[in-house]
Structures are given as C-alpha cells and as structure tokens.
C-alpha cells in the first residue's frame, strides 16, 4: 500500500484558470441598438457587456470607470458624437466604430483618429461582429465593405499617378529598400496584411447584393430628396421598415411615405427592383451610368 506521508512524485496539476471575459462598453443613441447589441454580446461566455452609453461623454466616463477591453462607438450621437470622444476612448481601449453612417471622409477620419475597426450596419453578420470584437482586442483590423472600399479609394488616390518609366528594375540587396506599405499623407500607415484584407472584402462584395452603392451609377434623374436617398440607401442595404424608422429618428408611418415617394419616382412596384434601380443592377440600368 502507498504509503499516505510520502508526497506524491507528480502532483496533480492545479485546473486551468477560467479566461476572463472581454469587457465591452457598447454606445449607440438609439436604445433599440444598444439592447440589441448588449443582448447579442452578452449572451457569449467570453464576452460581457461592461455598460451601455448614450453619447460620446458617457462612453468616456464609463470607460474611465470600468477600464474596458474593446469599445463599439456610434458615429452620430447628440452632445458629443463619436468622432469627437474616439481620440480620448483610444487612449483608454481599443475601439470599433459600429454605425449606419457610409461616408468615406467618415471613415478615413475616424481612421486618423485612431479606430481600431468600421463596421457597417446591415454589413456583417452577428458572427462576424463578435469576430471583430475579439480581433481587435488583439490589435488585428476589421472593416466591412464599405468602408474597406473607402480606405483602398483614399490610398489608390495617394498613389503617384505618374507610371514608372524605363526598365523593370533589378531585385534591391536590401531587402528593405523598397517598403511597399503604403503610407498615406495623413500618416495613417497599412500593413500589407491589412491592405490584402480590405482588398478581399472589397472584391467578395462586389458581387453580392449589399447594399454598397457603385460610384459609377448616376442617381440624379430620381430627383430624390436628402432624406429620401438616405432611406433608399438604408432599403437598399437590407433594412426593414423598423430598422429604418430607428435608423432615421421617425415613425414607420413616415418611413412607409418616403418609400411610396422613393418608388413613385424610381418607376418601381418593390423593394428590390427599387434597390436594383438604385445599385446599377437592374437589366437596361447601364443607361443610368456615368
């Protein structure tokens, strides 16, 4: 029998440590999105919900005292927006931009300053949201389609337009004498890693149906007003009525006003012929390209 005072040779090992959650602060104006993205987030083991803000300065202060692991920020929110607190969250955590807002002056912005992700909504699955949030706690780079091809549209731009003139040269000896990062004038440097990333989302989304508007469609024979584009967008990128309504700050009742205005002058009977009139993908479109 062994004998019970002689220690064991290999005791056991201790049980691993459970891995502590990622904190999250979720700020959203619209408290539809925050619940739903709080609900979303939260039901993950290894992510919780730290809390919820409704404009810049409460997601500063609430940073501040639950010192997060990722922050997902709104772009406009009354008082101070999201464009104007991410310089002071990203000094505290890394944080993502999570909005409807399509703008590529947004998203270079919002780059300078510092965001570590843009996500559009209607863009990406739940899945792939919780994917961002921990990737970019680890410092790796998410954006959806939109604003990968703003990102690539900005950098294509900073490339000198002038072609190279005489040979092909030779191989350098110095393996960094060439660095083919491109770093725009902003000083906003991408990694080959991240560029080849944004150049696969970008051509993976060019053929589905997204919601990505084509600059080459010209749109000004609708004649559609400020507010009517912006619903078509937001129709044209999958939203329901209700998502709209939250979206815009306006009742489904409006919203059914705008889109019977929208499909009056698009000549349309549905939401997707609308969307293929508005995308440059309906058959006989090419006349409403540039």
Known sequence: MPDPTRPEPFPHPPPPAAATPLRVIVADDNPVV????????????????????????????????????????????????????????????????????????????????????YLVHGEFTADQLVTAVRDVKEGRAHFTHTAAGALLAQLREDRPTTPPSGPLPEAPNDATAHDPTPVPPNGLAISAETLSQLQSDVGQSSSEWTGRRPAAVD?????????????????ASGMTNHQIAAACFISEKTVKNHINRIFAKLHSTSRAEAAAKWLGTAPGSAQGRR
């Open 34 to 117: 925050r619940a739903g993205l709080t609900a979303l987030l939260s039901g993950r083991a290894d992510i919780t919900v730290a809390a919820e803000a409704a404009d810049g300065r409460a997601a500063w202060e609430a940073a501040q005292r639950h010192r997060p692991d990722v922050v997902l920020l709104d772009v406009r929110m009354p008082g101070v927006d999201g464009l104007a607190a991410l310089p002071y969250l990203v000094q505290i955590a890394p944080v993502v931009m999570l909005t409807y807002s399509r703008e590529s002056e947004i998203v270079q912005e919002v780059l300078r300053r510092g965001a570590g992700g």
């Open 219 to 235: 749109r000004s024979r609708y004649q559609l007003s400020a507010r009517e584009v912006e619903i078509m967008d937001l129709i």
